[in-house]
């Protein structure tokens, strides 16, 4: 890979692992071993590391350090949100309200307590992916033992309004989940401003390494474990810590926290150059998401009679790193349940982009991949059936 003209736009996937991090990580890979449980003076070396994680996680969100529960990955912080929220409030309500354009960790787990005799209530989203408090109002009149709604969609960028739907939710005494994957340290995601029960994060989308992840829970929050076995996390996530990667997400933690203010100011002129040049250099363009509303350095959009990842493949010869939706559905040849929750059909669907910059990324950098781009649409078109059908009409028109 020449990595030297690779322009990198999949952040929202995974972020480059700050150098910091990774000498932490490797300095306790190399000499850190011990078990937190461990009395012994390593042991609590290891437990020293992990109570210092646990306070810059939870200072990235605002939380107390004894609500963060480290598990390996985002998804499985959703699932035990979710599942494990739902079951230890059923005696309450055995109704669960999620949006329609949750991550599939999310909606999977709850099409699954939906088999095991939950009802599941998915709210429709208007054009632009957000959620209405109006709907949620209605739906929480019937009772509910749990509402899981994300703080951002990673696909569309959409940044849906949590403290106004945490505030309908507490009213109702309704606990309130959201999977802030695509915000912790892209955005504010104070656990107490936004009135969440709940909070999902995951180290690799600020800069931490890929498998080390955390629900956040506010206190009283009923949470029944997935893993049991163990006294690990306060009894919510039997097993032996990951101490290297947690300490990772530490570090990035307090320096997506330190950085934070700065953030947007950084990534937001990369993308607002895609939003605009994109849809100026190539014909039929939708671009998805909220056009205000918007997680920084995020641009989405879909080129008609083409599909995703044909462009994809086109852009990534040409060292441009991007993606088609969900990192973590894009390869099960399903559509995307995002774009057709917001009304697109299933053919413009199929010609999604998601670009997601860092900090590293320039604007020249994206007039590249404008530039790029084009000509590799154009060509496309020229093999589409679809195309070539629709201009035909239009020419005899």
């Not at 890979?1 to 736009?9: D, P």
């Not at 480059?16 to 490797?26: F, H, Q």
């Not at 993308?271 to 909220?290: K, S």
């Not at 088609?324 to 057709?340: D, F, N, P, Q």
């Amino acid at each position: 890979m020449n990595a030297e003209n690779e322009i990198y736009l999949d952040h929202i996937a995974a972020s480059p692992v700050r150098p910091a991090a990774v000498e932490t990580m490797t300095r306790l890979l190399c000499d850190g071993f011990g078990n937190p449980q461990s009395v012994h003076e390593r042991g609590q070396l290891a437990a020293d590391v992990l109570l210092e994680a646990r306070s810059r996680v939870a200072a990235l969100v605002g939380a107390d350090p004894q609500g963060v529960i480290f598990t390996a990955t985002g998804s499985e912080a959703n699932n035990l949100a979710v599942r494990g929220i739902a079951r230890g409030r059923l005696k309450r309500s055995n109704r669960i309200i999620v949006s329609a354009v949750e991550h599939v960790s999310v909606s999977e787990p709850a099409r699954i307590l939906g088999k095991e005799g939950f009802e599941l209530v998915v709210l429709p989203v208007d054009g632009h992916g957000l959620v209405s408090p109006d709907d949620l109002a209605r739906e929480l009149g019937k009772g509910a033992a749990l509402v899981s709604i994300l703080h951002a969609s990673t696909e569309i960028g959409t940044i849906e309004p949590i403290a106004d739907l945490a505030a309908l939710c507490r009213d109702a005494g309704v606990p309130m989940h959201t999977d802030a994957w695509g915000t912790a340290g892209a955005i504010e995601t104070d656990i107490a401003a936004l009135g969440v029960d709940a909070m999902t994060v995951a180290a690799q989308n600020f800069g931490g390494p890929p498998g080390a992840a955390a629900l956040v829970v506010g206190k009283g929050t009923p949470l029944v474990p997935l893993v049991a076995g163990g006294i690990q996390e306060r009894g919510k996530r039997a097993g032996q810590e990951n101490i290297p990667a947690i300490a990772g997400m530490g570090v990035a933690a307090a320096l997506a926290a330190e950085e934070l203010p700065r953030h947007a100011g950084r990534v937001n002129p990369v993308r607002d150059r895609l939003l605009a040049g994109i849809p100026a250099a190539i014909d039929d363009v939708v671009v998805t998401g909220h056009p205000e509303r918007r997680l920084p350095g995020h641009a989405s959009v879909c080129v008609r009679y083409v599909e995703g990842e044909a462009l994809l493949l086109f852009l990534d010869r040409a060292g441009i790193r991007a993606a088609s939706g969900s990192a973590c559905t894009s390869k099960s040849l399903k559509g995307s349940s995002v774009l057709e929750a917001i009304g697109l059909d299933a053919a413009t669907a199929q010609g999604s982009l998601v670009f997601s910059a860092g900090p590293e990324n320039t604007v020249s950098e994206a007039d590249r991949v404008i530039e790029a781009l084009a000509p590799i649409a154009a060509r496309l078109r020229e093999m589409s059936p679809l195309y070539r059908k629709e201009n035909d009409d239009a020419d005899v028109q």
